[in-house]
């Protein structure tokens, strides 16, 4: 359980860096990380300064709090995140978006990379999340509830907006931008998932896997933040290809998709 004292020395030293009161949030996936740059007025802070917040170290991520302003809009950005992968308790990989709440936010970005377990989907597509499955017999919101932070029993109907959802579709229409729909089934990690799992996956209903992004969307909707989810499907799940998956695979395309990603995601951003 988050603690509501905690919560509050992360946000009282976070406001004494900065007068910026974000309304928006964004969580940055594998090689969207350069959204962060194009934060105006940005202030950077290591996640490690921040009281209470987990001492992180996934390959390739920044591990800051990115705040600013983007044309007008106050943002808060998470370049890096904590995985559950990397052995952090739930309550830990969640504890920033307790935080973004106390901050102001009423509108978050997740965003992430992950597999197509829909074979009509091709790696450097971007899926809308509609909803989601946890695998994982695990749920953030396990153990006591304060009642302060959010309900007991959540309602998960619609954990990513409905119509912040709308926003986006229309956003990727008018740029152009193919974007997919569909479940997101999260997979614990660190390996990737067996052939036979992703047949199992798929007959669940999931289109696409991965790695984080639900523990995220699931304290955001227990905090009553409006959420989207966007995933860049950067690989064919598991036995659908003839071929090994690899980590360089996931980069590789995250960075061929990435342009496109940042300019969608920026437009929502002036959007939302
Ligand atoms: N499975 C799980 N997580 C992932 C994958 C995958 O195929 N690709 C990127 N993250």
Redesign the pocket.
């Known amino acids: 359980m988050h603690e509501i004292k905690h919560i509050n020395e992360a946000l009282t030293y976070i406001e004494s860096l900065t007068a910026v009161k974000p309304t928006i949030g964004i969580i940055l996936g594998?090689g969207l990380g350069p959204f962060a740059d194009t934060i105006e007025d940005a202030i950077h802070i290591p996640y490690n300064d921040i009281p209470h917040f987990a001492k992180s170290g996934a390959v390739g991520h920044a591990n800051e709090l990115v705040i600013g302003t983007i044309g007008g809009k106050q943002i808060v950005a998470m370049k890096g995140r904590f995985h559950y992968y990397e052995g952090f308790p739930l309550d830990e990989v969640t504890f920033p978006v307790r935080v973004m709440k106390a901050l102001g936010v009423e509108k978050l970005i997740i965003t992430?990379?992950?597999?197509?377990v829909n074979v009509d989907f091709n790696p450097g597509d971007l899926m809308l999340i509609t909803d989601h499955i946890n695998l994982t017999a695990n749920n953030p919101l396990m153990g006591p509830n304060n009642p302060d932070l959010g309900v007991r029993f959540l309602d998960v109907s619609e954990v990513y907006s409905k119509r912040l959802r709308g926003i986006v579709k229309d956003v990727a229409t008018a740029q152009n931008v193919t974007l997919r729909e569909g479940v997101y089934a999260w997979?614990t990690?660190p390996t990737?998932?067996t052939p036979a799992e992703i047949r199992m996956i798929r007959g669940f209903g999931a289109d696409a896997?991965?790695?984080s992004t639900v523990p995220e969307a699931l304290i955001a909707r227990h905090a009553g933040i409006e959420t989207v989810g966007i995933s860049c499907?950067?690989?064919?799940?598991?036995g659908i290809l003839d071929q090994p998956?690899s980590h360089d695979e996931?980069i590789e395309t995250a960075e061929r998709v990435k342009a496109t990603f940042l300019k969608l995601v920026a437009e929502i951003v002036e959007r939302f």
């Open positions: 594998s992430n990379a992950c597999g197509a997979w990690g990737y998932e896997v991965g790695m499907l950067t690989n064919m799940a598991c998956l996931v």
